[in-house]
């Protein structure tokens, strides 16, 4: 007899997840399998991490502008509306936009909102401001971080606030690697 050219047997491991004494009858006929119908489900709780490659097609110049302390909106080359959190087309004639630079324009706070809850990656950070910030020339927001307030002395006089924006030195490559300060304390 030859030996398989490939392997017959996984190899067995002991990461992930390991159940013990899982019940399950010892014999198996007509009446212990009858019985599996009423079985309580397995639960199994374990880590799942993948490593997720996209694009970021046509908004890659907006999030380069990021990493180079930049902060990039849109606008529609005809009738010149603005978005804050840059679009690739205008979205009432559909036109192609053309970037423009929001980094020296004074900013506001429009409205914000103390979250309490969040994402499994802002959950250590909870509760932190979340804040639609006004561009001067932008006819829409940009919904960011603001930091540098206590969120537990949040207060209507903060709306209106001029504020500031920094750029994470070490860029993730996403939306929050821009954040906002207040360059005026209110209601203090």
């Known amino acids: 007899m030859t030996e398989p050219r490939f392997a017959t047997k996984l190899p067995e491991t002991d990461d992930g997840a390991i159940l013990f004494n899982v019940p399950f009858p010892a014999e ?6 009858a019985a599996l119908k009423e079985m309580a489900p ?3 709780k374990q880590p799942y991490a993948i490593n997720y490659i996209h694009s970021y097609g046509q908004d890659s110049p907006f999030f380069a502008g990021l990493a180079n302390g930049r902060l990039l909106g849109s606008m529609d080359p005809d009738s010149g509306y603005t978005y804050a959190t840059p679009r690739g087309h205008d979205m009432t004639s559909g036109a192609e936009t053309d ?4 980094t020296g324009r004074e900013a506001r706070v ?5 979250c ?3 994402s499994e ?14 561009f001067e020339g932008a006819d829409t927001l940009f919904l960011g971080r ?3 307030l206590d ?4 207060g209507l006089d903060w709306v209106g606030m001029r504020v500031g924006l920094r750029f994470r030195r070490n860029s993730k490559f996403k939306p929050t690697d821009v954040y906002f300060y207040p360059l005026e304390i209110r209601g203090d």
Not at 110 to 114: A, G
Request: hydrophobic content about 55%; cysteine-free.
């Open 28 to 33: 198996l006929n007509a009446e212990t399998l």
């Open 42 to 44: 397995i639960i199994v």
């Open 99 to 102: 970037w423009v630079d929001l």
């Open 110 to 114: 429009h409205t914000f909102t103390v």
């Open 116 to 118: 309490h809850f969040g």
């Open 121 to 134: 990656e802002f959950l250590p950070e909870t509760p932190f401001i979340l804040a639609l910030i006004e």
């Open 146 to 148: 603001l930091i540098g």
């Open 151 to 154: 969120p537990n002395a949040a």
